[in-house]
DNA sequence: AAGTCGGGGCT
DNA sequence: AGCCCAGACTT
């Protein structure tokens, strides 16, 4: 166990007159920054949870136009609302947005909570942005500890706990609670923040340019390069699927809403099955259904592909021999493989379709909102079979 | 404490 | 290919 704090009253002080000033002349100018509006706070922390600053500027912008203020995020539609958080990735933080907004208008007469134990209750905000939160908009002294503030901190002190594990957060509050400036504790959780992404990087960090480097103990010993301590996280799962890309023919496309909860809740894609399903009559190659050579375990799989239509979606289609080339896809737990099917059917009764089911055209693909997964599997179609017509 | 939940940039 | 990122929630 790491001892957080060395200093004494005046070196705190010191730090924090230096950190500041540097801040004040460095810092980068971005849209959340421009005032202290609670709730434009809020929602830029949210959207940049796991979430670089370049790829959120523009979904920031384009959502405080959609929803400028707390009470048209609560009424928003969900559908709206889903479709402007697209590509942004951990979509229940959007949910839980929208979830928090209501409970703001019904709870705080729809005023954002200007407390650190009010903000915590709202769903969605965690001890981090809690103490975000408070500390830029309220001007409290609280912390807020996240990545960039366990890297700096554990090399300015040269605190050995490993960072992975979630016990370990309190030790770098505590540390923080200690020096944070209490005159200007808003730009002092943000000065973390800049100098994390900037100059105290998880690899190669400028240590001759930070402005604070005569406080870091581990640059006065030569031991930045073993700061933070951080155990190493599982690697992503594989698992296989068979995706069916079904056209009828107007040109629509069978096109499915995932369930409510879990992976991509809500979201919608072609039809996927488990890879098991279709192959448990046949032995599939180490490198999946693209390397079975056989034309007679080629047909047991059609055969089975077209058996799971029949039975879920009461659709017969004439599907194309071999699949798509591979997709993958890669979560932070999961990998995913897709063998895509093309096939097509020339009757739809749509009464006969689940009803989380729809064809629809390409045309009006912008009204669904589709995850990474399935931005793929179009591509693949378009570029392999769309365009030949 | 461990698992779930996305996507993109960097090395 | 692995690592990292302005984490929170569920079990």
Redesign the pocket.
């Known amino acids: 166990m790491s001892n957080s704090n060395h200093w004494s009253k005046e070196e705190t002080a010191d730090f924090s007159y230096t950190f500041l000033a540097w801040y004040e002349r460095e810092k ?1 100018t ?1 849209p ?2 421009e005032n202290k509006d609670p709730y434009r706070i809020w929602v ?2 949210i959207m ?8 959120v500027i523009p979904y920031f912008l384009n959502f405080m136009t959609l929803f400028p203020t707390i009470k048209a995020l609560a009424e928003a539609p969900e559908d709206t609302l889903l479709k402007a958080w ?8 959007v949910r ?1 947005l929208q979830k928090s907004a209501i409970q703001i208008m019904e709870d705080f007469d729809g005023k954002m909570p200007q407390t650190a134990a009010e903000i915590s209750t ?9 103490g ?1 939160i408070a500390s830029m908009a309220y001007g409290l002294p609280t912390p807020a500890v ?3 503030v ?2 700096v901190v554990s090399r300015l002190f040269e605190i050995t706990d490993d960072i992975a ?3 370990s957060r309190k030790i770098f509050e505590e540390t923080m609670q200690d020096i944070i400036s209490r005159d200007n504790p808003g730009d002092f959780n ?1 000065a973390m ?2 100098l ?2 900037s100059t105290c990087t ?3 960090p400028s240590c001759n340019l930070c402005p604070v480097n005569e406080f870091c103990q581990s640059y006065e010993k030569g031991t930045v390069g073993n700061y ?1 301590v ?1 155990s ?4 992503a ?1 594989p698992v296989y699927y068979v995706g069916m890309i079904i056209k009828n023919e107007k040109g629509e496309f069978l096109l499915e809403k995932r369930p409510t ?5 809500n ?1 919608w894609t072609f039809p996927l099955f488990p890879e098991e399903m279709m192959t448990h009559e046949v032995e599939v190659p180490a490198g999946g259904l693209h390397e079975i050579a056989s034309e007679q375990t080629q047909q047991i799989v059609l055969k089975q592909l077209q058996e799971a239509m029949t039975q879920k979606y009461q659709l017969h289609p004439t599907f194309m021999k071999r699949p798509l080339p591979e997709i ?7 990998k995913w493989f897709i063998a895509c099917y093309y096939g097509q059917v020339d009757q739809v009764k749509l009464t006969d379709l689940p009803e989380n089911c729809e064809f629809v055209h390409p045309e009006n693909f912008e009204k669904y909102t589709f ?3 399935q931005q793929k599997m179009l591509a693949q179609y378009q570029k392999n079979i769309g365009q030949k017509k």
Not at 122 to 130: M, R
Not at 232 to 235: D, E, F, G, I, M
Request: no cysteine; proline share 8%.
């Open positions: 980068r971005l959340w920054r830029s922390e940049l949870q796991q979430t670089r600053v370049d790829t697209e590509g942004l990735g951990y979509y229940s933080r839980n709202l769903k969605g905000i965690g001890p981090y942005t809690t975000a996240d990545g960039n366990m890297r594990k979630p016990k943000q923040m800049d994390g992404s998880p690899k190669n933070p951080k190493k996280k599982v690697k799962k909860e879990g992976l991509l809740a979201m993958k896809h890669i979560f932070t737990h999961l995850p990474g997964p």
